[in-house]
């Protein structure tokens, strides 16, 4: 029988974190099946049922284990939700260690690869003689980012939104200070201080696999490979786009549903809007996207959550029980019963992007969102609320040109008449048809990337290479 080349994964707490490295590993196994795969999760709380379920369909050679859960209780509630995940992996440090230890006991480990919010499992690699790599579910500009904070650090003084010189990165369109990532929106936070360690830890890894595609991210790409050939950073492998294949609905009432309504409307008719697995709006701005979706008079699918003044309440699924819909405004839901569709907390993503219906998403810009919408060819309309996600805003807006933006007022609001406005302009303004074009351009360099030939299966194969070499090198 064929000796098979084992790596263990480890991604952070929460469904979404869950899903981007276990679909990487499913890819990884699919194109190289001499691997296998453990994977070794993390939890808050008692595991999240939408990640039970999903785990329960993984192929052979990937195994999953479940460390003992960190109590709520353990972690200081009213903390940003990053924060929350990194604590998290600090107290699963010691069951991690052991779960390490008991699997080089009885095979060889090439690899452990990591999510970034469990980023220091990789100090155990050089005590357990193994290779460390992280597995990083965004942009390559996000990576990017993150490598070049403590320079920016030293070249930029005070807040990075009041900076009158947009941000450089390498190889990446200068972007303003106010659109990075919310961990450095306060440099004289302790989040900051250790966001500045973690990033100068990350360049003594062995490598970084990134979730994006040449054709997408050139320039990005182009320079990260650059300073990793200087040996300044770890060498970088972008193998996406990766993301879930077909349904992850939870429930197959809501499937059915969706799916069902879909099929009523005409094609290419109905904008999808979503804020991804925890995104919420507060009370206000509920009202003002009802109306700004009424006023629009586009069709609509709208997957809608219980309001709450902090922008990642729901994640790591700590929402309230309470029933999203009695948030609506009065009488919306009559008003619009031939507009649109609302369905409470959770909608099958990718079945309603793959559907003939959808025309446009507006969406929170979640990375997997990202790159669901573009390998489906939909556009987007853009609405960051926390992480990276204005990043990812800017790029999809300001670079690829694949989608549009609403203005914010004076208060963070995006009122309802310049919601209207632009879904108008996406839905059916002049403006879309060159949106259109270039989102379908984009989706086809996406399949070509990981197809046969692709750029992101060679370097999947390439890292592939690697680890079964490490592999034979000292346990030959
Ligand atoms: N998702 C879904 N239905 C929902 C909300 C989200 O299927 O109602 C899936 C979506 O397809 C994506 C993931 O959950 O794969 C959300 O990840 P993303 O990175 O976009 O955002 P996050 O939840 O991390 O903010």
Redesign the pocket.
């Known amino acids: 029988m064929e000796k098979k080349t084992h790596i263990a994964v480890v991604p952070s707490p929460g469904?979404?974190?869950l899903?981007p490295i276990i679909e990487f590993s499913k890819r990884f196994i699919h194109l190289h099946p001499d691997f296998h795969v453990t994977c070794i999760i993390p939890t808050l709380g008692s595991p999240p049922t939408s990640s039970k379920a999903y785990l329960q369909s993984l192929p052979s050679n990937i195994h999953s284990i479940f460390l003992p859960p960190i109590s709520e209780d353990a972690i200081p509630k009213d903390i940003y939700v990053g924060k929350k995940i990194q604590l998290t992996i600090t107290n699963s440090l010691p069951s991690l260690l052991d779960e390490l230890k008991s699997l080089t006991s009885k095979a060889p480990l090439a690899a452990i690869v990591a999510d970034p919010f469990a980023f220091e499992v990789l100090d155990f690699a050089k005590e357990l003689n193994t290779l460390s790599f992280m597995y990083f579910p965004a942009s390559a500009m996000t990576l990017s980012f993150f490598l070049y904070i403590p320079k920016l650090d030293q070249q930029i003084s005070g807040e990075f939104r009041d900076s009158t010189q947009l941000i450089q990165l390498p190889g990446c369109v200068p972007i303003h200070g106010s659109d990075l990532p919310d961990p450095v929106q306060d440099r004289s936070s302790q989040v900051y201080e250790e966001l500045l360690e973690r990033s100068r830890r990350l360049c003594l890894i062995d490598g970084i696999l990134v979730n994006s595609f040449v054709e997408m991210e050139e320039g990005p790409i182009r320079a990260l490979k650059e300073e990793a050939e200087r040996g300044k950073f770890p060498l970088v492998y972008p193998v996406g786009p990766i993301?879930?294949i077909g349904s992850?609905?939870?429930g197959s009432d809501s499937e059915s549903e969706c799916i069902r309504w879909l099929e009523n409307q005409p094609p290419n008719s109905v904008l999808y809007v979503?804020f991804?697995?925890?995104?919420t709006l507060s009370q206000h701005q509920i009202n003002e996207l009802a109306f700004g979706l009424e006023m629009s008079e586009q069709k609509f699918l709208w997957?809608v959550r219980a309001p709450s003044n902090s922008t990642s309440a729901a994640?790591l699924g700590s929402s309230t029980n309470e029933d999203p819909l009695q948030f609506l405004p009065e009488g919306f839901l009559e008003r619009t019963k031939e507009q649109g569709l609302v369905i409470p907390?959770?909608?099958?993503?990718?079945p309603i992007l793959s559907h003939s219906s959808t025309a446009a998403f507006l969406?929170?810009c979640?990375?997997?969102?990202?790159l669901?919408s573009i390998q489906h060819g939909v556009p987007l309309i853009t609405w960051p609320l926390f992480?990276e996600q204005r990043m990812n805003s800017f790029m999809l807006t300001n670079v690829l040109k694949v989608g549009l933006r609403p203005k914010v007022n004076n208060d963070s609001i995006v009122e309802r008449d310049e919601i209207a406005k632009v879904i108008k302009n996406l839905m059916e303004g002049e403006e879309s048809k060159e949106i259109r074009r270039r989102v379908k351009d984009l989706r086809e360099n996406a399949i070509s990337a990981v197809k046969e030939d692709g750029s992101s299966t060679k370097t999947m194969a390439e890292v592939a290479q690697k680890w079964k070499s490490f592999s034979c090198s000292i346990y030959k």
Do not use: C, D, L, R
């Open positions: 469904f979404s974190h899903v993301t879930q992850n609905q939870n979503s991804g697995s925890g995104g997957v994640y907390s959770w909608a099958p993503q990718i969406s929170h979640g990375w997997n969102s990202v669901e992480a």
